[in-house]
C-alpha cells in the first residue's frame, strides 16, 4: 500500500513505496465515478472527491491499522454489502462502496457511541475540551445521549513526571500515540498490553513515562486525538507568583511563540504577532517581558566560538548542538558515547533564565531569591529541562516555571484578554533586543544558520558577507552542506525528529565525518514542538502541516525584516559581554552559560533499524 508521509519529517522513509502515476483504479464512491492511486485506501479516495468519512485512529503514513473502526463504509463486492474500514481498504478497479448509506452512519454512530460508554466524560474540566476529536464526532454524529451503558476504568492518572500527564480513563486505544512515537520519533516507548475491554496503550508494566526512556518531546501528546495526553500544567502556579507582591515574576517567550500564539485567538497560522505577544505578556502582570531570542544570540555566539576551539583541535568533533531538550536526553539515553560533542552551551531558555538570576538581579538591585522566572515554550521538554538537578544554581532553578503556547493561550482566555485586539507593544530593553539569527533559532537548520553566520563573520571567511543560508533550509529529514571556514571545509548536517537524529548517529557512529551537527528532537524544529496549538482534527493534519511551514515562513520573513541579522552584532549581547561575561566562553560565561550531561539507562528496544 502507497503511503504519504505528511509533515511528519520523516523525510525520505523507507516505508514508502513510491507507486508511479500512470498506475491509477476506476471506482464509484456514493455512485461518482473516482480515479484513484493504484494501491491507496477508501479514505483517500473519498476525501479526493470532498468527501470526509469520519475518522479517528487514522493518521496518514503513520498510523493505518483500522483498530477504531469509526471510518466504516459500506462496500459492494459482486452485490453483497459489507461493512469494511476505509482507512485501510484498497481501492480496486470497479470497486463500488457507499460512505453515506444509512447502514454505513448507523454503524459509525454505534461504534462512537461504544467508545463513550466506556470514556471517562468529564468534558467540562477536560484540557482537551472544544478541541478533542472523539468530541467532535459525537457532536458532528449527533450524539445526544447514550443508549448503552458501559463500564468504565478508574485508573490512577500518571502524573509523576514534570512534562506530560497520562489519564488512562481517557485513552480510546487508538494507538497514535504508540506510532508517532515509534515511526516519527524512532524511540518506541509506547506498546498495547493486555485484550480487549482490558487493552491499554502505556510503556513497559504502566511505568510513567518519567520512568522510561521517554524524551519527553511531546510529540505522542500532539497525535493523541483525546485528553489521555496532555501538558504537565503549571497555570496555577504561576498565577501564584504573579499575585505575591514580594516576588518579581519574568516572563521570556521562545522565538516560535510569536508565530503560533495567535492561532489560538483565531489568527491565521504564519502571522506573527510579537507586539501583540509582549503587550500579552504584561496585561497578564509579568514584572518584565522578554524574547528569549536574546539568548539565542547569546548562545551562537559561545556557540560558535566554542566551534572555532574545537576546530583548532580543542575538544571532540562533530560539535553537536545542545539546544533541543528532547534531543539532549535522546542522545543521553541512546548515544551516550557522544555527550563530549554535545555543546557544552545550555539552551537559550535556560541561559536566560540564569542571566535573570545573576545579571539582571545584579544590574537593577533585585534580590534573585525573589525572581520567578516563567518561560512560555513550544516544548514538552523544556519542562523537563528546567527541572534538571544540573540547571539548579544556588538552589534555584534558573527556571522556575514552563509553559507551553496553549498554557499561555488558557492564562489569557481566562484573563479575559482579547489577544487579537491588542495594541503592538516591546519587549523590555536592554534584554529584549534581538536579531534575525535569534529568531530563525526555531526553526530546522535556523541554529546552523545563524551559527555559520557568526563563525563566517568572526573569521572573515571568503563566505563572510553570506547571511541566508539556504541548503540547510526546508522539512527535508536529514540535510548537508559544507562552508570554509578558515581555509578548510567544514561539514555540517542537520537532523530534526529523533528518527532521523538516530538515522544521522549512526552514520556518525560508523564513521562519517561531519564538523558541526544540528539536532531538533520535534518534526520542523520548535515550530512543530510539543507545547503548541493543536491543528483540531484528523481530517485537518494537512492544515497542521501547512500551519508549521507557514510558522517557519514567518520567522525567516522576521529575520529578513531585522536591522541586524547576525547573533554578535546584537548591541545588547554586545554590552553584556563588556559589563558582565567578559568575552565567550571566558570563566564566567562557563560558570553562568554552560552546563554537563548524564548518561542515562538504555532499554532494548525494538527499533525499525
Ligand atoms: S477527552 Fe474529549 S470526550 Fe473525553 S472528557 Fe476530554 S473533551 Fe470530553
Ligand atoms: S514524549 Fe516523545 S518520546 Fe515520550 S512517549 Fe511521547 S513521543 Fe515518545
Ligand atoms: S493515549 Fe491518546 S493517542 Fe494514545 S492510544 Fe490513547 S487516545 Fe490514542
Redesign the pocket.
Known sequence: MEKTTMDTGIGDDPHINNIPAEEKVKLWIDDREVVADKGGNLLEAAKSIGVEVPSLCYLRGINEAGVCRVCLVEVDSGGRRSLQASCVYPVSEGLKIYTNSPRARRARKRVVELMLSE?????TN?A??LN?E??RLADEMGIRKLRVKGETHNYPISRKNPFIVRDYN?CIKCRRCESVCREVQGVNVYTAKNRGYETVIAPAFMKDLGEVDCISCGQCLMACP??SLTEREYIDEVWRAIEDPEKVVIAQAAPAIQVSIGESFGIAPGTAVTGKLAAALRRIGFDKVFSTEFAADLTIVEEAHELLERLEGHGKLPLISSCSPGWVKFCEHFYPQFLDNLSTCKSPMEMFGALIKTYLAEKENIDPRKMVVAGIMPCTAKKFEAARQELVTRGSRDVDYVLTTRELARMLRSAGIRFDQLPDEEFDKPLGLSTGAGAIFAATGGVTEAAVRTALSLTGGQDNTVIEFKEIRGLKGIKESKVQIKGRPVRIAVAHGTRNARKLMEKIKSGEHYDFVEIMACPGGCVGGGGQPIQGTVSKKEAAAEAKTKRTQALYRIDADKKFRRSHENPAVKQLYKDFLGEPLSERAKEILHTSYIPRGKRISKLLH
Open positions: 470514556h471517562d466524560r468529564d468534558c477536560c482537551r475540551t478533542c472523539l468530541q481517557k483525546t485528553g
